[in-house]
């Protein structure tokens, strides 16, 4: 199975500025994905980051507020711009397996944006 | 219409019984794989189960085992013999694989199970 790791894995924000976390995977992977969860409700899914080319975002997502980054095959970075108390949530990597067809987590971001 | 429906938002079983958390499912693929995660406060995502809409047996995963009906479109995760460390949060997901590019899982609200002594 992949490990993925995050940072940071928690952050205090003030409003207005922007946030950047970091998605690491011990292995190469065609596709890695972000997933957003807010308080006390389900994920929903950010975009996918695919490496060489732009990210696919989902219906309510902007690149604007979520520039997102892949620059090779085990890392991804997600930022959250010009942050608000609603952007305050669990932030959360995924990575599919296409062998076992399974897909795994990375830790979380929880953030909190004051 | 919801594509996961988990209707017990909250679930309470004695250490060492089996609970069973409904899971309903709503696609016109045929072809999905459908999962449950779970959720300690943590906060992090621990996969469970997988099965997969053209497997004819149910998943099994150790004291997890997914009673898949697909006629009826349910996919209902039973755990045998609970223990304390199995309270947690717990969702199903779908992955449609021709609808949206097959890539996205789409959540249900959860189930929050408590485990007894």
Redesign the interface.
């Known amino acids: 199975s992949a490990v993925i790791s995050q940072k940071p894995s928690r952050d205090i924000c003030q409003r207005g500025t922007s946030l950047t976390i970091q998605c690491q995977v011990d292995s190469q992977v065609t596709m890695m994905f972000w997933y957003r969860q807010q308080p006390g409700q389900s994920l929903t899914l950010i975009a996918t980051a695919n490496q060489g080319s732009e990210a696919t975002y989902e219906s309510g997502f902007v690149i604007d507020k979520f520039p997102i980054s892949r620059p090779n095959l085990t890392f991804s970075t997600l930022t959250v711009s010009n942050m608000s108390p609603e952007d305050s949530s669990i932030y959360l990597c995924s990575v599919r397996d296409f062998k076992v067809e399974t897909q795994y987590f990375g830790p979380g971001t929880r953030l909190l944006v004051l | 219409a919801q594509k996961i429906t988990q209707t017990q938002p909250g679930m309470f079983v004695q250490e060492k019984e089996a609970v069973t958390l409904d899971c309903t499912y709503d696609t016109s693929d045929q072809s999905y ?1 459908l ?1 449950w ?1 779970k959720q300690p406060s ?4 621990i ?1 469970l189960i ?1 099965q ?1 809409s053209y497997d004819e047996q149910n998943a099994t995963e150790g004291r997890y085992s997914l009673n898949f009906q697909k006629a009826r479109k349910s996919a209902n995760l039973v755990i045998s013999a609970s223990q304390l460390g199995d309270s947690a949060m717990y ?1 199903c ?1 779908m ?1 449609e694989f021709f609808t949206g ?1 097959g ?3 789409t ?4 189930t929050q199970l408590k485990v007894e002594l």
């Open positions: 794989g999962f995660y943590s906060g992090e995502m996969f997988y997969g969702f997901a992955r590019g890539n996205k899982l959540f249900g609200t959860g």
